[in-house]
């Protein structure tokens, strides 16, 4: 027992080595054990299926509303990397933005830039520089991995490592449920994978980063989260809090950071 308790930690110890990477601007290290390759693609299949399975809105206002703030982030988002160099980290992207009808306050982002915003969120989202929050919110933990951090997490922890493609070919509907709930697409699946402090306060700061370069003035991140804040306080329990809770701490660290962005990413 001994020996091969010894030999899982040796293995182990090779896997963090050799899949360590670093979010962007925090160069936090991140344990990534699933090729970048598998997860964009295994993330479109899972988009599409979700996309024609439930019902897309006909919100023309909200629509064009999703559209354009959607591709002022992916603008920022691509000049940011192009800007430091890295490019590359967003090859294979393909960005799509879709509103569903549906009464959840919730928005969410897969790898590749595939975005979901539900028409409940647009009743607390009420201005373009709230959507602008979400949508650059969400989008930063597509690019920062975290979901990537969470399946590999859940890999190693529930089919002893196995890659994401033998192990949805073992247990399909296990693992699509796994994925499903570590993007916050958790309301017809009966529980969810709450992202952590760690990744939360990264997808705060990375998201006003890219709002900023976006045109939108970072004041807005902490507008928005006091509002959502106050929102859940009035006895409303939106899924998009379910997924990422907020909180007083939360907002003091954005204001932290709030002049720093405004001084290195915001111009008028």
């Known amino acids: 027992m001994f020996v091969i308790k010894k030999a899982l930690s040796i293995i182990f110890l090779i896997i963090f080595l050799i899949s360590c990477s670093k979010a962007p601007i925090s160069n936090r290290r991140q344990l990534i054990i699933i090729p970048n390759n598998t997860m964009l693609?295994?993330?479109?299949?899972?988009?599409?299926?979700f996309i024609s399975t439930n019902k897309l809105s006909n919100d023309k206002s909200g629509n064009e509303r999703l559209q354009i703030v959607g591709n002022k982030i992916k603008n920022a988002v691509e000049g940011y990397?192009?800007?430091?160099?890295?490019?590359?980290?967003?090859?294979?992207?393909?960005?799509?933005?879709?509103?569903?009808?549906?009464?959840?306050v919730n928005a969410w982002c897969m790898p590749g830039g595939k975005i979901v915003v539900y028409t409940g969120l647009l009743k607390v989202a009420t201005t373009e520089e709230d959507l602008a929050v979400v949508i650059g919110?969400?989008?930063?933990?597509?690019?920062?991995?975290?979901?990537?951090?969470?399946?590999?997490?859940?890999?190693?922890?529930?089919?002893?490592?196995?890659?994401?493609?033998?192990?949805?070919?073992?247990?399909?509907s296990e693992v699509q449920a796994f994925w499903m709930a570590s993007y916050g697409v958790g309301t017809n699946l009966g529980y969810i994978l709450p992202y952590s402090r760690t990744h939360e306060y990264e997808a705060d700061y990375l998201g006003m980063v890219f709002m900023a370069r976006a045109g939108y003035h970072p004041y807005y991140a902490v507008r928005f989260w006091d509002k959502m804040e106050r929102y859940s306080a009035s006895g409303n329990t939106p899924e998009f809090l379910s997924t990422h809770p907020t909180s007083?701490?939360?907002?003091?660290?954005?204001?932290?950071?709030?002049?720093?962005?405004?001084?290195?990413?915001?111009?008028e």
């Open 41 to 49: 693609s295994t993330s479109f299949n899972q988009y599409s299926e």
């Open 81 to 104: 990397y192009a800007s430091i160099g890295k490019s590359s980290e967003l090859q294979g992207f393909s960005w799509e933005f879709n509103l569903i009808e549906a009464e959840d």
């Open 137 to 172: 919110h969400e989008v930063a933990h597509a690019v920062a991995k975290h979901g990537s951090e969470r399946m590999s997490q859940v890999l190693i922890t529930n089919f002893g490592g196995a890659v994401l493609t033998e192990a949805i070919k073992d247990k399909p």
């Open 248 to 267: 007083t701490n939360r907002i003091k660290e954005l204001n932290s950071k709030y002049q720093e962005v405004v001084k290195k990413h915001y111009k």
